[in-house]
C-alpha cells in the first residue's frame, strides 16, 4: 500500500472510529443478566466506560499513526493487529454505554486528532522507540484499567468483565512490543504520557 492509499485509509478509519458504530472481531465479554444497580452506580459505570471508550478511540488513532510511519514491515503488521484487538475493545466500550444509559464522550474528534499526531511522532522516531511507545502506552493503559476494577460498581459484572478481558489484551501487546524490539521510554516521556492521560480521564468523565 502506497503512501496516498495509507492516508486514504487512515482518514476512513477516523470517520468510522467517531462516527460509526465499530463491529467486533470476538464476542462481547459483558453477556449475561444486567444487575440490580442504583442511578447513581450506573452513571458511575457510564462514566468509567466513557472514558475507556476514550482510550480505545486514542489507541486506534496512535496505531494508525504509528503504523503509517513505521519503518519496518513487521513493526507495522504488529501495530495493524493490536489495532484489530483494540477495535473489539471500542465496540464493547460502546455497546456497554448504550446499556448503562450513557453517551460517549463530545470529544472523540479532538482526542483522536491529538492521539493520531503522537503516534505519527513515534513511528518518526524509529521502529524500537515505536515499540517502546506501544508498550509503554499499554502498560500504563493496564494499570488504568486494573483501576477502573477497583472503582466499578461491585454488583457490575457485566463491566467488569469488559474491562478483565481489556486489560488481558493490554497486558500481551505490552510484551509482544517489547519482544519485537521495543526500548524502555525515558522517565521524562513516561510522566508526560501520564500526564496527558490524566486530562483525558478527567475531561471524559464529564465531557
Known amino acids: 500500500m502506497n503512501r496516498l492509499d495509507q492516508l486514504i485509509t487512515t ?15 470476538r464476542p462481547y465479554p459483558g453477556s449475561g443478566p444486567e444487575a440490580d444497580m442504583s442511578e447513581t452506580e450506573r452513571q458511575q459505570a457510564a462514566a468509567l466506560m466513557r472514558v475507556n471508550h476514550v ?17 519496518n514491515a513487521s513493526v507495522r503488521a504488529e ?3 493490536a489495532a484489530k484487538e483494540e477495535t473489539d475493545h471500542l465496540a464493547w466500550c460502546e455497546q456497554r454505554i448504550k446499556e448503562l444509559g450513557g453517551r460517549t464522550s463530545l470529544l472523540n474528534p ?10 505519527v511522532a513515534a513511528g518518526l522516531l524509529g521502529d524500537k522507540w515505536n515499540l517502546g511507545f506501544l508498550a509503554e ?4 493503559v493496564e494499570a488504568h484499567l486494573d483501576g477502573h476494577l477497583h472503582k466499578l460498581p461491585q454488583a457490575d459484572a457485566k463491566s467488569r468483565a469488559v474491562v478483565e478481558q481489556m486489560k488481558t489484551d493490554e497486558a500481551r501487546h ?3 512490543a517489547v519482544a519485537h524490539g521495543g526500548a524502555a521510554l525515558p522517565l521524562p516521556v513516561k510522566m508526560a504520557m501520564r500526564f ?3 486530562v483525558m480521564r478527567r475531561t471524559a468523565s464529564r465531557v
Open 196 to 198: 496527558a492521560a490524566d
Open 174 to 176: 505490552a510484551q509482544t
Open 55 to 71: 482510550g480505545e478511540v486514542c489507541a486506534q488513532a496512535l496505531y494508525a499513526g504509528q503504523a503509517l510511519t513505521a519503518k
Open 137 to 140: 502506552t499499554e502498560r500504563q
Open 11 to 25: 482518514f476512513d478509519l477516523g470517520l468510522r472510529t467517531v462516527f460509526a458504530s465499530p463491529h467486533p472481531g
Open 79 to 81: 501495530l495493524e493487529q
Open 110 to 119: 479532538l482526542w483522536f486528532g491529538g492521539a493520531f499526531g503522537m503516534g
